[in-house]
């Protein structure tokens, strides 16, 4: 969330904001319970049965909980969640049927609360997930804290610096605000759509089951893993499936490689690599995958989609699409891939694509095409959500720690999950006082620092996803900071049985349990051994090959370190 355009360049801008908000009009259903607020809060009294707190979470869902579970176990309370539904789980508790996590269960589990043996290479399903999250919301004893029914409706800063939360007919005091809503809230619609008339246009968000769809032409829009999850439903029982992508479908792997989860091969070896090797190391895994895909149709048609990836930095540059439910849909049930929509016939019965495709008598079209991030309740103060230009994706720099974002980071690869724990952590650090923020200034500096590389890596889509960040640099970034980074050659010399299981084993949150604050070492130790290790693989073989160029290419001082030279290099080894 960027702060008002007008307060942008003015150092009274923290007044400015604060004070837009009491000269705003306040609706009249709220003026009475708001007058009531600030009389309460000039005389130091409670609001409703619930006193001023240290901290407020707005948000169940996964960030949320962990973001209360970690305040509280810095000590720093009172600290409460407030949430609108009547359950914890956030988006998954009303997600479609078929619903698999995307990413493994070793990656999806928070780094101190263990999955029973033998779970770490399966998928859950959101029911799966959610029941986790309730029995780490018993077991860190969670429940007390989280107030159910609760709907943010507003939001305010006095000028003493405590918020007020409003509801329909509640409210909550706290010193620092902590926004745990979800990036997934507001179904994102392309400007055609406004044209198409046909009865079933649907969001990814309304759909539950495919059997509405047997029998149809079906038009799925969007390239990202809902997308290639649904597409795959939807063409196993729709007469034709026709699947419309800007950009396609970004960097497709398997969930699964035989038994192992794919995502074990998200381990440092490879991930901590710079990302300008990632032309070379691409064109190397497509040469692995169309080996593979001589003995398989749909891991040809992989390579194939992958070959298509239009990134200068390939796998480092695009999102990464673990379902193999768009390959599949096309391979085993005909469906068909066609470009960007520009054109609306008939009411949406008749629809034209920008590579000059005509897709006729379509009678349902489903949007895959994610969502639009706005938190509503700090919309009225003219701010807008743009994690972008949020100090490591978390504070706003005018307003350090008096409010913070968490999980509001998206990542290319990896997980979402590992990502809201070390930002819960960051948060924790911060305000237990471990870690002091930077200025303003500095804070804004490193913002600027930080466009620049990820514009470079990932490109346009920068622009389009603004909570974008590279999981492995993201995650080690907020390790450095909280000083819990894993000390590598402290383990390759004193453990190094451990130190492979680091190394080579799913780079999630237990790995920075080991040193540092909120260390838990034993507990971690134990979680990464029982966790799978890599196979020597493709993925593997590539990681040593491109760290060795690395190497070469930075034991030469003299050339020029550009990231084209540097990309130039190593492509010149194959
Ligand atoms: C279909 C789908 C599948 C996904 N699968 C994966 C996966 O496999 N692995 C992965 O790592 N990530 C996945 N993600 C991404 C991400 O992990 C999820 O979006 C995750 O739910 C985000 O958690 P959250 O806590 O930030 O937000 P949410 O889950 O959206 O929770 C936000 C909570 O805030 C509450 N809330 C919102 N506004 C208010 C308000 N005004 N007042 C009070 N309460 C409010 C909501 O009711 C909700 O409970 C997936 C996303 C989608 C859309």
Redesign the pocket.
Known sequence: MGPPEAATNDPGSRHTIRTGYWRSCVPLRCLRFYCWVVFCMGHGQTVGNMESLRAVI???????LVALKELLEAGIGPVSI????ES??????G?YDG?F???SAA??MFSDFPIPEGEANRFWTKNQVVEYWTAYATHFNLWPHIRFA????KVALDPAGEWSLI?RDDAVLARHLVV??????LPAYPDWTCDVRIPRLMH?SEYRSPEEFSGQNVLVVGGG??ASDITLEIAKVAKKTYVSMRNGPGWVVPRKRGDDAADTSTHRAFWTLPYWVGAAVSKRLIMAEEERGKTSPVLAEVARLNRSVASPHGIRGVFGTKSLGLPSAIVEHGAELVGEIVGVEDGGRVLQSRDGGRLESIDAVLLATG?RTEI??LKEHGWKCDPANWYKNMFVPELGEKLSF???ARPTFG???PI?EMQARLLACVLGGLVALPSEEQMKKEISRNDVVLSDQFGATRFRVRGLVDYGPYMEDLAGIIGCRPRMWHLFFFSPRLWLHVMFGPMQGSQYRLFGPGKKSALATSIIRSLPVSRFNHIVKTGIWARIGVFLRLIRPSENCSSGSQDRSLQGMQ
């Open positions: 707005v948000g169940a869902g996964p960030g949320g407030v949430e609108k539904s914890i789980g956030g988006l998954f508790s997600s619903l996590l995307t990413s990656f999806s609760f709907e943010v409706d509801a745990a809503s979800g990036n997934n809230v990814s893993e809902s969502y509503p309740f968490v999980g509001f997980s979402q999950f809201m």
